[in-house]
């Protein structure tokens, strides 16, 4: 299909862990895949929540550089945790740090696992800043 723009691969982000693509471009749109806080040197999810979200925004920051985006371009979010209660405020804190005044619309879902044991995942739809 024309105008439909896919990466799978993006410089300084860990490869994708499925047969799927970071981002998929469309309309003016960016659509990301499930982010979760992967140390790259190890491949496997960082110590600790707040590294891990850390880490996620970080590569967030990266995947929608890449697509020609930015997290003030971000329109929606979903958010899957494993521990409502006890991820839920510090995701509130890394929303409010990385996206300031321009908070994306955002569900939180809990579910009862991510991948590789994982706490936190994110995905996200943005909005195309930069023609490609």
Known sequence: ?????RTGSVDGIPEPPGPFNWTVGWNGLVFVSGVRGI?????????????????????????LDD???SLQSVL????????MV?????VNDAYVAAFGDNLPTRTIVEVTG?????????????AQT???
């Open 1 to 5: 299909m024309s105008g439909i723009e």
């Open 76 to 83: 929606v979010s979903t958010v899957y945790v494993t521990d």
């Open 39 to 63: 140390d790259p040197d190890t491949g496997q999810p960082a110590v600790g929540d707040e590294r891990r979200l850390e880490l996620i925004f970080q590569h967030l920051e990266k995947i």
């Open 130 to 132: 930069e023609p490609q």
């Open 114 to 126: 991510l991948n590789q044991g994982d706490s936190i995942e994110i995905e996200i739809i943005a």
């Open 86 to 90: 006890g991820l839920r405020p510090l």
């Open 67 to 69: 697509a020609g985006s």
